[in-house]
Structure formats: C-alpha cells, structure tokens
C-alpha cells in the first residue's frame, strides 16, 4: 500500500467512539459542545500561532485556521488519527503527548486544549509544558468535565484526572496570573433561574405537567438542545464553528460558554478556563 492509500484508508476507516468528536458520527450533545468551544476560541487566534493539543480528527485546527491563524499545529497521541487530519484537512498534524508536545519552546501563542487535562495522570506537568511552549504573553484555553457532574451516571473508564470546579481552579491558577472561567451545558440550575428550561435536570420535574412544559420550552428556545445535527450541519462543521456568534444567545443555549457565576445556582457539566500571563519558574 502506498503512502497515498493508508492516509485515504485512515480517513475512511475513523470512526466515532465517544472518546474522539468525529462530526459525522457524534452525538448531538457531544457535536454542539465542540463545535461551541472552538467557536470560542476562535476569537482568540487571528494573526496567532496556535497549538491544538489533542486535536483528534482535526476538524477544530482546520477552523482556528480558517479564523485567522497564521499558523496551527495539530497533536494528538494516535499517528492514524494525525494522518486522517492531515488528509482530509491538509493541516500540520503531528503524533505526540500532552505531556511530551513535539514543539519548539517559546514557539506559540494561543493553546487550544478540549478534553484533555483530565486524560494525563499529572495535569501540573501537562501545564509545564504548555509553559515551555508559550511565548511569554501566551493564552491556554481549557476545558475539562466537572467532576461530580459529569458521568455522574456512567463514569469514564478513560479519565485518571477528573477535578471539581475548585480543584481545576486551584490547579490551573497555580501556572497562570491572570484565569476567567466560563461553563457549558447545564447539568442543572437553581429553581428560580430561567435556565432550568435549557438544564437536563430541573427540581420543577416533580411538578405535573411541567415536563411537558420543559420540553416544549427547549424545542422553542433551545432547538439544538433537543434536534439532531442535520447532515449538512455534520458536513459543514468548521462552518458552523465559524457561525456560532450569530448563533450563541448563551442565556438559552446550554452549549454557548457563558462567565462562571456560581450565585446562579448552575451546575455545568464542563468548565473552560481562559489563561494568561503565564507564572515565570
């Protein structure tokens, strides 16, 4: 088999798992968070080089590229899955670890890193080498479930370094001055909240005829909360990363980032850290 054949059958051959976002396979949840998050990190990297770490099948380094990127790097751990990205997306995708990037020190300027904190069995030495790679003014923008509130049902095999909001706070915090954190996907909210309506639990539920109610509320203020993406929206996914501004009204999308405010009463399934002003060693 040629070069040319294995990288068109690593293309045919990725397949949607739970643990990678393959578009045209993922779950409705799993397809809009994605697609939210790197549309909010795509504000961050016009006229940037930028690092996707555990980029996957490599559609969210192809958006931050078309937002403006002068420059991104693709890593994941699996060389199949890089060779996928690089056929289908054309973009510099390369096999290495969280913990071993395979990039220059003091080379980039944006990390773009989703789901993959909780994956490394020492998260301090994932951010040391975030450090190594980042210019001096450098920006990491995280995420990682929220421990306790997600896969409170069915826990994630996968996971060795699952945080509470706190434990990420502290642990992020302690590499970087200067952190905003932001949440996604409701897992619940507080009773008086209008968010209730777009949570996947609400404490009206036990009330009869509100789950109706619920429900009729997400199919008109949430329709993606409740619809499968269409086979265009699958097809176009990078485009829909680059129209989630026009798409994001956060009060009523569960999957839009909003400002962590933990008065609200919400309990995210996801926190996103935005980091600057990394702490000198």
Request: charged share 25%; glycine share 6%; with cysteine.
């Amino acid at each position: 088999m040629t070069a040319a054949d294995a990288a068109h059958a690593a293309v045919a051959a990725l397949k949607y798992t739970g643990e990678r976002m393959v578009p045209e396979g993922a779950d409705r949840a799993t397809f809009w968070e994605h697609v939210y998050r790197y549309g909010f990190a795509s504000r961050f990297v016009a006229g940037k080089r930028v690092l996707d770490i555990a980029c996957g099948e490599g559609y969210g380094s192809a958006a931050l590229q078309k937002a403006g990127a002068v420059d991104v790097i693709g890593v994941d751990i699996a060389e199949d899955v890089c060779c996928h990205a690089r056929e289908k997306y054309g973009i510099d995708a390369r096999t290495g670890s969280a913990e071993q990037i395979p990039v220059a020190d003091a080379s980039i300027d944006v990390i773009v890193s989703f789901e993959t904190i909780e994956h490394v069995s020492n998260p301090l030495r994932f951010l040391d080498e975030c450090l190594r790679v980042l210019v001096l003014n450098g920006r990491l923008i995280v995420s990682t479930p929220h421990k306790g509130v997600y896969g409170a049902d069915f826990p994630n095999p996968f996971h060795c370094s699952e945080m509470t909001e706190d434990e990420f706070s502290r642990t992020v915090c302690a590499r970087f001055r200067k952190v905003k954190f932001y949440s996604q996907h409701p897992r619940s909210a507080a009773w008086w909240s209008p968010r209730t309506f777009v949570a996947d639990v609400t404490p009206w539920g036990k009330f009869p005829g509100f789950a109706r109610l619920h429900r009729s509320a997400q199919f008109r203020l949430a329709p993606r909360r409740v619809y499968n993406p269409t086979a265009e929206e699958r097809n176009s996914v990078i485009d829909q990363i680059a129209n989630t501004r026009e798409n994001q009204h956060p009060f009523l999308n569960p999957f839009a980032l909003r400002p962590r405010r933990k008065r609200n009463g919400e309990k995210p399934t996801y926190i996103i850290a935005n980091a600057t002003e990394p702490c000198l060693k």
